[in-house]
């Protein structure tokens, strides 16, 4: 299963670190992919990574703010969030899939995390 934490209140230009930590079929090479459902919108992808890191995709509203990375020692996948701006605020999910082919929709995924909310305040 999923763990995320890392979320929390923070002012706009700010920064964060989520993290996503995985348990139980760890054997397999999956993605990992992290979402974010904001008040009152659909959950939209926000970035995958591989299952070794040497592929990540990024939504276009995050990139160059946002960057996935995962250490697989650890079992852990890291979502670093700068410059933070008020439309960010949102619960953020992790997810694992076994799928091959980018992970960039939810109905790829196979495990879901319980989420973390995000606060972006001005």
């Known amino acids: 299963y999923l763990v995320e934490s890392g979320g929390g209140l923070v002012q706009a230009g700010g920064s964060l670190r989520l993290s996503c930590a995985a348990s139980?079929?760890?054997?397999?090479?999956?993605?990992v992919g992290w979402f974010r459902q904001a008040p009152g919108k659909e959950r939209e992808f926000v970035a995958c990574?591989?299952?070794?890191?040497?592929?990540?995709y990024y939504a276009e509203s995050v990139k160059g703010r946002f960057t996935i990375s995962r250490d697989n020692v650890k079992n852990t996948v890291y979502l670093q969030i700068s410059s933070l701006k008020l439309e960010d605020t949102a619960v953020y999910y992790c997810a694992a899939s076994f799928s091959s082919g980018v992970f960039t929709t939810e109905e790829n995924a196979h495990y879901w995390g319980q989420g973390t909310q995000v606060t972006v305040s001005s």
């Open positions: 990574i591989s299952w070794r890191g040497g592929s990540a």
């Open positions: 139980g079929r760890t054997s397999r090479n999956f993605q």
